[in-house]
């Protein structure tokens, strides 16, 4: 099991940039398949991002292509999302997520990211 810690999250006006970063202990963490979702009030969880083990295949739902870019250093256990000109509608809480070669998974707390108008 790997254990995750998010942070970064905060209040930010549209237009600005965010990063979001998430720490791993626990198995080794290259083995972990790694992604971020959200969640916005009344809606379903999403996925907004993911990264293959060593980083080489990246995914991101369409409404945040050219703005996030998600990313990981696996000598640091971590792995960031760096959110670029956010808007409203990227207000949610933000999770990190780990997907281990048996399909287990782990899920951090979460993080409030909040965008005002």
């Known amino acids: 099991q790997v254990q995750l810690v998010e942070s970064g999250g905060g209040l930010v006006q549209a237009g600005e940039s965010l990063t979001l970063s998430c720490a791993a202990s626990?198995?080794?963490?290259?083995?972990?398949?790694m992604a971020w979702f959200r969640q916005a009030p009344g809606k379903e969880r999403e996925i907004v991002a993911s990264i293959s083990r060593r980083g080489f295949s990246l995914y991101y739902i369409d409404s945040v292509k050219g703005r996030f870019t998600i990313s990981r250093d696996n000598a640091k256990n971590t792995v960031l999302l760096q959110m670029n000109s956010v808007k409203p509608e990227d207000t949610a809480v933000y999770f990190c997520?780990?997907?281990?070669?048996?399909?287990?998974?782990?899920w951090g707390q979460g993080t409030q990211v909040t965008v005002s108008s």
């Open positions: 626990g198995r080794t963490f290259s083995s972990y398949t």
């Open positions: 997520y780990a997907k281990d070669e048996f399909e287990r998974t782990n």
